[in-house]
């Protein structure tokens, strides 16, 4: 459906409406609200690839109008961080939201989100204490208050996640049942390159010798399942074949490799439930994170 709104962007019937101000956004969004549509909400942080094009397929099987946010979170980075040089590119974005059939494209500025004087922040317990919520400080406060501040700008009925930051998306899962936002949160595969590299904005970092060495992420996660299907089920017997196989490629450096509670997030001995394997590796500087679930319940 086409939004009320007419931006200076917006030059024909099937162009993506790109809307910088809240207050634009909710006037676009009145009517489809009014008229009981269903909003859906995909958040990104831009340099989009098919893993995010995959979240706005399935939020436009779920909704009526489809917002896509594109938003560089300085809250969600730290002081060493690559906030300055994440990879941009907002005219291929764009087409590429326009292809896939968004109606409107969020970009918020850094200034417009977090005003001077601004002074609150949304923290979820527990959940990001390990993994991504150790390696990196203050990560999750940054992602749940970012997220908070999208879905109160947006108001969606529902907000499409990948499991690529399987972390990220149970802990705003949490967020979202315990502050009652009344917002249907929906998990997403993580979407891979033929050679099984997760897709992410900073595989752009990866040089090509750099790119060949980010295979053995995957290839650590296939060996921990192969360990699983033969029956292996302590922890430590499963981290310590994944360890092996990424100490084979000289430029992986681990930062974590762990096995949680795939609900809860928190460290196992025994892999008797729904457990995720997580690796954060660093491949020279760039730091790339990827997972899969052992003893799903499907299967
Ligand atoms: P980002 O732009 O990295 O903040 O990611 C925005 C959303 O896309 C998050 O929900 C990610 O989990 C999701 N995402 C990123 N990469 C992939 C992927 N390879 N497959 C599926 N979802 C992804």
Wanted: glycine share 6%.
């Amino acid at each position: 459906m086409d939004l009320d709104l007419v931006s200076p962007a917006t030059s024909n019937d099937a162009a993506v409406s790109v809307i910088r101000a809240k207050a634009q956004l909710c006037s676009a969004l009145e009517r489809p609200r009014r008229e009981g549509l269903r909003i859906g909400l995909v958040p990104t942080m831009g340099y989009l690839h098919a893993g995010h094009l995959s979240l706005v397929a399935e939020a436009r099987r779920r909704s009526d109008a489809c917002v896509a946010s594109i938003f560089v979170n300085p809250m969600q980075f730290g002081a060493n961080e690559d906030l300055s040089k994440y990879p941009r590119d907002l005219a291929s974005d764009r087409a590429a939201l326009e292809e896939a059939g968004v109606e409107a494209l969020y970009l918020p500025s850094a200034e417009s989100m977090y005003p001077s004087g601004f002074r609150t922040e949304v923290t979820v317990n527990g959940i990001t204490d390990g993994l991504c919520g150790r390696a990196r400080p203050g990560h999750f406060r940054g992602v749940t208050t970012v997220v908070t501040k999208l879905f109160n700008a947006v108001k969606p009925d529902v907000a499409v996640f990948g499991e690529k930051d399987f972390q990220q998306l149970a802990v705003i899962r949490r967020m979202t049942a315990d502050l009652d936002l009344g917002v249907e949160i929906v998990g997403m595969p993580i979407v891979r390159e033929a050679d099984g590299v997760a897709m992410s904005s900073r595989n752009a970092y990866l040089s090509a010798t750099e790119r060949r060495a980010a295979r053995w992420l995957s290839r650590g996660l296939a060996a921990a399942r192969a360990a699983y299907a033969d029956g292996v089920r302590q922890a430590d017997a499963v981290l310590a074949r994944v360890r092996e196989v990424l100490a084979s490629e000289p430029l992986a450096r681990v930062d974590y490799a762990e096995l949680v509670d795939a609900d809860t997030i928190q460290p196992l001995d025994v892999i008797d439930r729904p457990t995720l394997l997580a690796l954060a590796v660093f491949i020279g500087r760039t730091r790339l994170i990827d997972n899969t679930v052992l003893a799903a319940t499907s299967q």
